[in-house]
């Protein structure tokens, strides 16, 4: 079935309508190469690992670019948690198991239960 013209009405307020912001610029303090920029507009499912891994650098050099980005203060606490080691700390002791159960090595195991 045909379809009739949009009415003069709609076309005018469309017209009257205020356009669009253009969307912010990628990297307002230009701190990112050409290549940087490219794999942040790539689609990421058409990037293999190791451009995955240059991507998220580049996110994060964008991030510590801004000192206003909400991002910032979390990736400077982690940054200060690796270099005292702290992070190294926490992650053997959620691995371990010793985070779910912190009393568990303060047990002694049951007489023969290690035993065939």
Same mark, same amino acid.
């Given at each position: 079935?045909?379809?009739?013209?949009?009415?003069?009405?709609?076309?005018? &307020?469309? *017209? @009257? +309508?205020? #356009?669009?912001?253009?969307?912010?610029?990628? !990297? /307002?303090?230009?701190? %990112?190469?050409?290549?940087?920029?490219?794999?942040?507009?790539?689609?990421?499912?058409?990037?293999?690992?190791?451009? &995955?891994? *240059? @991507? +998220?650098? #580049?996110?994060?050099?964008?991030?510590?670019? !801004? /000192?206003?980005?909400? %991002?910032?203060?979390?990736?400077?606490?982690?940054?200060?948690?690796?270099?005292?080691?702290?992070?190294?700390?926490?992650?053997?002791?959620?691995?371990?198991?010793?985070?779910?159960?912190?009393?568990? !090595?303060?047990?002694?195991?049951?007489?023969?239960?290690?035993?065939?």
């Amino acid at each position: 079935a045909p379809t009739s013209p949009p009415s003069s009405s709609v076309a005018a &307020r469309a *017209a @009257r +309508a205020p #356009a669009p912001e253009p969307p912010p610029p990628l !990297d /307002p303090a230009g701190v %990112l190469d050409q290549q940087e920029r490219w794999l942040l507009e790539a689609d990421d499912a058409m990037l293999d690992r190791e451009q &995955r891994i *240059a @991507r +998220a650098y #580049a996110q994060r050099k964008l991030v510590m670019a !801004d /000192p206003e980005h909400p %991002l910032r203060p979390v990736l400077e606490r982690l940054d200060e948690d690796v270099a005292s080691g702290a992070y190294t700390k926490m992650s053997q002791d959620m691995w371990s198991g010793r985070t779910a159960f912190p009393d568990r !090595d303060d047990e002694a195991p049951e007489a023969g239960a290690d035993s065939p």
